[in-house]
């Protein structure tokens, strides 16, 4: 069992910058894909970033390249997300979430533990 609570969420402007912690208790996470979904409003939940299990390669959603980094800190057991440049499409529900399935890393449905969620406003 993982149990996963999100923060750093806010208001923010276009442009600016928001971190993203998911702090894991249970389990040590090292031995889960870690990832971020986000669902925007009226919109279905989307990949966002993820790290494999053994923390060597990271994927992420083409939108959020270059603008958005994934990051680990194994003796925290957290997992964040960089947001920078930051753009209005970007308001969304972020949600952390870990999976024990190899591959699929970009599919919700491979993650079994998610957290409640936290609001990112981007204001124009």
């Known amino acids: 069992q993982v149990q996963l609570v999100e923060s750093g969420g806010g208001l923010v402007q276009t442009g600016g910058s928001v971190r993203l912690s998911c702090a894991a208790s249970g389990r040590s996470f090292s031995s889960y894909a870690m990832a971020w979904f986000r669902r925007a409003p009226g919109k279905e939940r989307e990949f966002v970033a993820a790290?494999?299990?053994?923390?060597?390669?990271?994927y992420y959603e083409d939108s959020v390249k270059g603008r958005f980094t994934i990051s680990r800190d194994i003796v925290q057991n957290t997992v964040y997300l960089q947001m920078n440049g930051l753009k209005p499409e970007d308001t969304a529900v972020y949600f952390c979430a870990a999976s024990s399935i190899y591959g699929r890393y970009r599919n919700s449905d491979a993650y079994t533990y998610w957290g409640q969620g936290t609001q990112v406003t981007v204001s124009s």
């Open positions: 790290y494999s299990q053994n923390g060597f390669m990271t």
